[in-house]
């Protein structure tokens, strides 16, 4: 007890060192637990991919289109419960820093393979009902203040012109991954609209979504709707959702890497700035560890002491910081919501947080307190005075 | 006929140097003398004469590079750090010219830390520092830390710490040496008394001659040799 009663009085008996060493701990660890949850936030997609969804593109680009025709063939398949398709539109809400994601889909099938898409049975309704209508996430709704009804128009970036859309449903995540800043509007309004201006491109779908039966059916269903379309002008590449996600993040991997790279950078610097602290805290007591040394302590209260010093001030620094992770992610993820849609502080953050802090904790005590242990009563007493 | 006391202390040959780098520096050169149960020693010489390094041999804090100490009957050159520690834990109480007090520790906490050591119960190890305290006429600073009480109670609370575990011999380097004379002339009546009433061996590194002739006897070390071996204290 008088140990830690010691230890405890030692980490705050500098009141402005030990405040500001927590502070840039606070500091550190709030930006490592951010930039973990933009990583987390990387991959929220295929985290939250089905294991019964299955994309289907074209073998050689995602930028290459497939028939409509491949539909019913692919619906065909044994295991196939249900096959949906549509295309990246790629518009532009009145300025291009208000991007958001946005796809024409066949409304029917893709809102039954999505069922984490939870929308209003009316509103579903309405939008099914209206061919220029369009259904958007929550977020992206609030974003822009829109309302039930409202007319909105995107310039086409791939399909020029400007597009007309009637806001008929806001659909709502049923899970905390669901993206809620998608804009789905009809494939057939797209469709019918570029046969007048570009027949050539009418009746082509960027992706397919086929929905398995059951999700050990997936590898099969994999090989046998590319085997069907093997030798074909527009040959198939089927892959599970999450391995289309997966790829899809691949193409910025290298952001990601740079990212996770600078979150262990962030914990490298601190770990020097909190290893300067201890070592400095550690030279000003080492008279008070020779007394104690003395009076018969041995190595292992000494370690406990300068072991539990800076485990004291790193974990008050982590505490601090996980107390501002969460308004600072609910400012990050809103100043970012377009790009970071799903932002949300996970457990494993928080656990990633404490680690950090008990690993830079512990290493910054080593050196300090191997020389406290090694240097000698007679040595340390000399230093007092 | 006069009562020959037994020795608690018995240093025989004793040498110690220090490495400054490749230098080997001597300090202590073929020591040997005795010191008896309840005696009130001063240790006096120049600076670097190697006072305080002796001191320090015979508290278990420093080892010898040759010779024996034997301090109530145990050769403690023989000692491993962890029975050392557990030694000194037990047997020798330390006296500190500049206090040596732990300060963020209250002064009745600073006596209980060595008690920590001990099989005392939480409120025996009370009841022990509170009494100590008392001794020392310092009950109503109990819950001060060190750097609100004046030198001169702070180096009783050291007293106090030094005395709450009952050693063996005490252990005293330069203990007035950073106190006015008022309060350095109550700290060496409470040794007096710690000697004459309550029986303690005392063993002081001074500089001060003052000090010195409140000590029974009295040791000069110079160049790390002993240069008397009378034991009466001229002073």
Same mark, same amino acid.
């Given at each position: 007890m008088m140990i830690l009663k010691i230890l405890f009085r030692n980490a705050f008996h500098s009141k402005l060192r030990s405040g500001l060493t927590i502070l840039g701990i606070a500091v550190a660890i709030l930006a490592f637990g951010l930039l973990r949850m933009v990583i987390s936030s990387w991959y929220a997609g295929v985290e939250a991919a089905s294991t019964s969804r299955l994309v289907t593109r074209n073998a050689i680009s995602i930028l290459f289109t497939l028939p409509l025709s491949y539909n019913e063939k692919i619906r065909q398949h044994e295991g196939v419960k249900m096959v949906s398709y549509g295309n990246w539109f790629g518009g532009i809400y009145i300025d291009e820093k208000n991007f958001f994601p946005n796809f024409c889909v066949e409304p029917r099938t893709y809102l039954a393979i999505y069922p984490e898409f939870v929308l209003a049975p009316a509103e579903k309704k309405a939008f099914l009902a209206d061919r220029k209508g369009f259904v958007a996430g929550r977020k992206l709704v609030a974003k822009h203040g829109w309302k039930l009804g409202d007319t909105v128009t995107l310039k086409g970036t791939i399909y020029p012109g400007n597009w007309d859309f009637v806001l008929r449903g806001i659909y709502k995540g049923r899970d905390e991954t669901t993206d809620e800043t998608q804009f789905y509007f009809h494939w057939d309004y797209l469709n019918e609209t570029i046969k007048k201006?570009?027949? $050539?491109?009418?009746? $082509?779908?960027g992706f397919y979504m086929v929905a398995v039966?059951?999700?050990?059916?997936a590898a099969e269903v994999v090989l046998a709707v590319d085997k069907t379309f093997k030798n074909s002008l527009a040959e198939t590449l089927t892959e599970t959702e999450k391995a289309f996600n997966q790829w899809f993040i691949a193409m910025s991997g290298a952001i990601v890497t740079a990212i996770q790279m600078v979150s262990f950078v962030v914990i490298i610097i601190i770990m020097a700035v909190v290893a300067n602290t201890m070592a400095m805290t550690t030279r000003e007591r080492i008279g008070d560890y020779a007394i104690m040394k003395t009076l018969g302590f041995g190595s292992r209260e000494i370690t406990i002491l300068i072991f539990g010093e800076s485990l004291v001030i790193t974990l008050t620094g982590c505490l601090t910081s996980m107390l501002l992770t969460f308004p600072a992610a609910a400012a990050f993820g809103h100043v970012l919501e377009t790009f970071f849609p799903i932002f949300i502080i996970s457990a494993e953050t928080l656990c990633l947080d404490v680690l950090a802090a008990i690993l830079i904790g512990c290493l910054a005590a080593l050196i300090p307190t191997g020389q406290a242990i090694r240097i000698g009563i007679a040595d340390g007493l000399r230093r007092i005075g | 006929m006069a009562e020959q006391k037994q020795n608690i202390v018995e240093i025989r040959h004793l040498f110690k140097s220090y490495r400054r780098g490749s230098l080997v520096v001597p300090v202590l050169f073929d020591i040997t003398f005795d010191i008896a149960a309840g005696e009130f020693l001063a240790l006096m010489g120049p600076s670097g004469s190697g006072k305080t390094t002796l001191l320090n041999l015979l508290a278990g804090i420093d080892k010898a590079d040759a010779g024996g100490i034997r301090v109530d009957g145990l050769d403690i050159t023989t000692f491993s750090e962890t029975e050392l520690a557990h030694w000194r834990a037990n047997h020798v109480g330390f006296i500190f010219q500049f206090y040596n /007090?732990? +300060?963020? /520790?209250k002064a009745v906490e600073n006596l209980e830390l060595p008690l920590h050591l001990t099989s005392l119960s939480r409120r025996e190890r009370r009841e022990h520092a509170e009494m100590a305290l008392r001794m020392m006429g310092l009950d109503h600073r109990m *819950?001060?830390? +060190?750097?609100? /009480?004046?030198g001169g109670e702070q180096q009783r609370v050291a007293i106090a710490r030094a005395i709450v575990t009952d050693p063996t011999i005490l252990v005293a380097d330069e203990?007035?040496? *950073?106190? *006015?004379r008022v309060s350095a002339e109550e700290i060496l009546a409470m040794m007096e008394r710690l000697n004459g009433e309550m029986g303690k061996t005392i063993v002081m590194v001074t500089h001060d001659p003052r000090a010195a002739q409140r000590a029974k006897i009295l040791r000069h070390l110079d160049k790390g040799y002993l240069t008397n071996d009378d034991s009466q204290n001229p002073l």
């Open positions: 201006s570009s027949p $050539q491109r009418a009746d $082509q779908v039966t059951r999700p050990d059916l | /007090l732990i +300060p963020v /520790l *819950d001060h830390y +060190p750097q609100e /009480l004046s203990p007035t040496g *950073d106190l *006015d």
